[in-house]
DNA sequence: CAAAATGATACTTTTATAGTATCATTCATA
DNA sequence: TATGAATGATACTATAAAAGTATCATTTTG
């Protein structure tokens, strides 16, 4: 089971690998030579992560990416939610419709507990912190 | 993202109703009409949960499922393992070779220690605990 | 022996993840 | 001002995992 997919795992290292040298502006192929990461893929999640207000971009000749929050601003929750979608555990898996027991249900109360301390540890894992 | 998939979750239901009339020997067919489950499905279901040494099966007519643990005996945990493999939330995805990073990577930690909580709490959910 | 059950196992469908391709737009600069 | 080097937008394809189905063999009871 993951908890990160591949493409919030590769934005972690995209942007670790950046904020090294924080001014710079780095083209999509600066990247790839240095992540391993295959260049649509990666063009990809810059584009997401621009979308996403964590990188500037500049169009045209000698343009690129440039890192535009500081990497301790920068919540691994948040590249979770942006990559993978809301963070949930506790959703019931009867038939898709709404379960009937989903009020009283035991098992959705402890993985909802679960999901909470998931979340409140997540929510402090700042990239920034990954690094140091 | 699915702490719990729908066979674990099937194996929940199938297990928390048999143990209604804990020395009835139920059929695929009973549990069927009871549970909304696809016939097939369920029948894959219970022949696991035997392998498993959770249900002791008869074959032939009249044959079917007898519950053989009690209820309290089971742990969410286990039927996890069954149905989904070992869990494990900190695996490297780094290009599916081990990674070289592996022993010194922050973030493999602290994912290891969320692991290592969800671990503890599953642990000690029973199904009995599921259904005081 | 026939009917009714499970055993073993292989197959198919659906969904999510991972990855690719392509044309449009922008910008620097020769 | 045309060209090439970059990103923007977006649609597509491939792979893997989960969910579900099908089928033939075996066992048991009546
Ligand atoms: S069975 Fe539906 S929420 Fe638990
Ligand atoms: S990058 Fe491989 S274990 Fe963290």
Redesign the pocket.
């Known amino acids: 089971?993951?908890l990160i997919?591949?493409?919030t795992d590769y934005a972690i290292r995209i942007l670790c690998f950046m904020v090294e040298e924080p001014n710079k502006i780095f083209?999509?192929?600066d990247l790839v030579k240095k992540l391993n990461i295959?260049?649509?893929?990666l063009?990809?999640i810059?584009?997401i992560l621009?979308?996403n207000n964590i990188l500037e971009?500049?169009?045209?000749?000698?343009?690129?990416?440039l890192l535009k929050k500081s990497i301790d601003e920068i919540y691994l929750l948040d590249l979770m939610n942006i990559f993978?979608g809301k963070f949930s555990l506790s959703q019931c898996?009867f038939k898709k419709k709404p379960c009937p027991r989903i009020d009283s249900c035991k098992l959705r109360k402890k993985l909802k507990k679960m999901e909470g301390y998931l979340l409140s540890e997540l929510k402090r894992i700042s990239l920034g912190s990954l690094l140091k």
């Open positions: 089971m993951k997919t591949r493409d083209t999509t192929k295959p260049y649509p893929f063009r990809k810059l584009q621009h979308k971009a500049f169009k045209g000749k000698r343009g690129g990416f993978q898996l």
